[in-house]
């Protein structure tokens, strides 16, 4: 198993962020940051399968994982990204046990999945293959998102299915698809992360969780999450030009 799905299966607490600025350099700047891993998202930014690749070639320069989310459900992208070199993938709005179990088959080869072998980065352009197809199945992190009502209907489920390493919550979604946003509704929204968090564990599943910043880690700790992504580098950036140039402009 890698030293990073350990870290991320172990309960303790792992933080990294998301890589949303499609560049290299941003890439570099977020692994020397002392990020344990970054997530590059693909959901949400708009980066090509070419640039997910040199991204991750970033990352690695710095000996830092780099897992892509991924669009969607598609196990072509999971395929991707993974071919890449990823070094796990996060899969997006998760909402039923068989959708759980497709990303299992995606991200797996055989005899667990149905992940297909080729010549690509991870397999050191063919030179490694056979190394590739006897260790990635021990060191490729499966996270996925519980982030729909349905998704949280069906948690219990979700969480027993064998294969996934980190239920990952997405708060912002979640509070969109419950009814549960703005602070009038943090109640609600705490209730359903922690009845996701609590669910997850009693699987025996590490629980992770977006965080725009690293305010309240340490308490979302107590509630049993220990993998955290915490903004990312297009948030930071804004919020460092705000602060940066925020008393000046205002003058
Ligand atoms: C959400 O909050 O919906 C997310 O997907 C965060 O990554
Ligand atoms: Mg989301």
Not at 47 to 70: F, Q, T, Y
Not at 103 to 131: D, H
Not at 211 to 227: K, N
């Amino acid at each position: 198993m890698s030293g990073f799905r350990k870290t991320c299966i172990s309960f303790e607490r792992v933080i990294g962020t998301f890589s949303a600025i499609p560049h290299p350099v941003a890439v570099e700047i977020a692994a020397t940051s002392g990020a344990a891993f970054l997530c590059i998202d693909c959901e949400h930014a708009q980066i090509g399968r070419e640039r997910v690749e040199d991204m991750i070639r970033a990352a690695d320069l710095h000996r830092v994982p780099a897992m892509v989310r991924v669009p969607g459900h598609q196990p072509e992208a999971i395929a991707s990204a993974l071919d890449a070199g990823a070094a796990g993938v996060l899969v997006p709005r998760v909402s039923t046990a068989g959708e759980a179990r497709a990303a299992v088959a995606a991200t797996r080869f055989p005899p667990v999945g149905r992940r297909g072998v080729g010549p690509g980065r991870a397999a050191g352009y063919g030179y490694r293959i056979a190394e590739t197809l006897k260790s990635a199945n021990e060191t490729v992190v499966l996270a996925i998102q519980i982030e729909t009502a349905e998704g949280l209907a069906n948690v219990e489920e979700i969480a027993a299915v064998e294969g996934i390493d980190v239920i990952f919550i997405g708060p912002g979604d979640l509070s969109v698809a419950i009814d549960a946003m703005g602070p009038d509704n943090a109640e609600k929204l705490n209730a359903a992360i922690r009845q996701i968090a609590d669910t997850a564990r009693a699987a025996g599943k590490a629980v992770g969780i977006f965080r725009p910043d690293g305010s309240d880690v340490a308490a979302w700790e107590t509630a049993g999450i220990s993998f955290y992504i915490i903004g990312s580098d297009a948030m930071m950036l804004a919020s460092g030009l705000a602060a940066g140039l925020g008393a000046a402009l205002r003058d």
